[in-house]
Nanobody, 123 residues
Framework: QVQLVESGGGLVQTGGSLRLSCAAS????????IGWFRQAPGKEREFVGG????????HYADSVKGRFTISTDNAKDAVLLQMNSLKPEDTAVYYC????????????????WGQGTQVTVSS
């Protein structure tokens, strides 16, 4: 059974940093794409970015480009989302998701989802 578990969320002030982790288990993810999404209250879910589980370059939404970094930690079976220069508009529940397709830059067809972790940025 595939399981994705996000951690690392919390409350931070504007300009601060947080690092989210997405731990994956239940199958071999070497050919999977891992995406990060977020959803703020009253807003649609937004694709933050994605990467292949095995590593390589990552894709980012324009809203986070230059501030967020997605990376893999295969030794820990995890994908990380480093968030710097956080803004109040980054406040949302952050989710990681996985799909058995290589198009990590596309926000579609993600099959497995974590339960989400809350990130709150105070002004």
């Amino acid at each position: 059974q595939v399981q994705l578990v996000e951690s690392g969320g919390g409350l931070v002030q504007t300009g601060g940093s947080l690092r989210l982790s997405c731990a994956a288990s239940g199958r071999t993810f070497s050919t999977y794409a891992i995406g990060w999404f977020r959803q703020a209250p009253g807003k649609e879910r937004e694709f933050v970015g994605g990467i292949m589980w095995k590593g390589g370059s990552a894709h980012y939404a324009d809203s986070v480009k230059g501030r967020f970094t997605i990376s893999t930690d295969n030794a820990k079976d995890a994908v990380l989302l480093q968030m710097n220069s956080l803004k109040p508009e980054d406040t949302a529940v952050y989710y990681c998701a996985a799909k058995p397709h290589p198009d990590y830059w596309r926000p579609y067809e993600y099959k497995y989802w974590g339960q989400g972790t809350q990130v709150t940025v105070s002004s």
